[in-house]
């Protein structure tokens, strides 16, 4: 599933082509992929017609396109879900063979949303009032991610230490911090030397910063070079790959050497995940921390 730099890759990547445009006629191919617009397809493609896009917003791992036409504010939210594309192609191109939803644009363009495993989709939503922002209701009680204004890293560790559970089950928790998942959640563990199945009320302050420190540092990098691929299901608006699985240390590496210490990195099961991490430089909680 994408994670926070790869959906941020994909914002700015839309946001550059989007931003002013008006939407035209929209075209709903698969009733899945609208399934959490209760409404129905016909109701998001009458309100959507004729919207001007004003942004292309994020937090967390969640997108979505601000929308305005007069009065009529609405967010179109965005579920990338295990193989959601946006891709902008010209009016008149051969449509992908998962195609699900399509818009209009008008510049003689459109916006495609294409997802091979239909778990993912469009929904409209109306905006909350957050104090400083607005957020569209449904991911309203997300937290914010380390790129967000509204981030806190004291208020998040206060959080974790007042936790009794496995530091990576925390990281992952999104009502916490948003944005990071498995992969960049191994990553930040490697880089700060904490098992996975660490216990967050043993684990030090000062350690839980900089824990948070290394995800966003991980997540920043990972932007830099478009997010990290391990399959064609995820690629940018222009259908490009990102280049990140060339940097990870930890994530995806079974057997291969640390590249700090050189002992074979592990792969344990997680949360019906895999979590990948060095067994010298990450030692896991004796079995009599794990209940503690």
């Known amino acids: ?44 493609r009458d309100r959507l017609r004729g919207k001007q896009i004003r942004g292309v917003a994020r937090r967390g791992k969640y997108l979505w396109l601000d929308t305005v036409d007069r009065s009529d504010e609405v967010a179109v939210v965005v579920h990338l879900g295990m193989s959601g594309q946006m891709l902008l192609a010209r009016s008149g191109a051969d449509d992908p063979v998962h195609l699900r939803i399509r ?27 957050q104090g400083s922002h607005l957020l569209p209701e449904s991911i309203a009680h997300i937290a914010a991610d380390p790129f967000d204004p509204a981030y806190d890293p004291d208020a998040v560790v206060e959080v974790l230490r007042k ?41 030090p302050k000062a350690k839980l910063h900089e824990l948070l420190t290394h995800a966003a540092a991980v997540m920043d990098e990972a932007i830099t070079v478009g997010g990290t691929s391990f399959d064609a299901l995820y690629v940018n608006v222009n259908g490009e790959s990102g280049y990140f699985d060339r940097s990870l240390s ?34 896991a909680p004796r079995a009599r921390d794990k209940t503690r």
């Not at 994670?3 to 075209?27: F, N, Q, S, W």
């Open 163 to 203: 936790k009794n559970t496995e530091i990576k089950r925390a990281l992952l928790d999104q009502t916490v911090v948003s944005g990071v998942g498995n992969i960049y959640a191994d990553e930040a563990l490697w880089r700060a030397g904490l098992h996975g199945r660490r216990r967050t009320r043993g684990i």
């Open 103 to 129: 818009s209009a644009l008008d510049d003689g363009n459109e916006l495609r949303f294409v997802d091979q495993r239909t778990f993912g989709g469009w929904h409209l939503d109306d905006y909350v009032d």
């Open 250 to 283: 930890s994530y995806g590496r079974t057997g291969l050497p640390c590249t700090r210490c050189g002992t074979p990195i592990v792969r344990e099961q997680f949360m019906n995940r895999s979590s990948h991490s060095c067994p010298r430089c990450q030692p």
């Open 1 to 44: 599933m994408p994670e926070l730099p790869e959906v941020e890759t994909i914002r700015l990547g839309l946001a550059e082509h989007l931003t002013g445009r008006r939407l035209g006629a929209v075209e709903v191919l698969h009733p899945r992929a609208v399934r959490r617009h209760v409404p129905g397809a016909l109701d998001l």
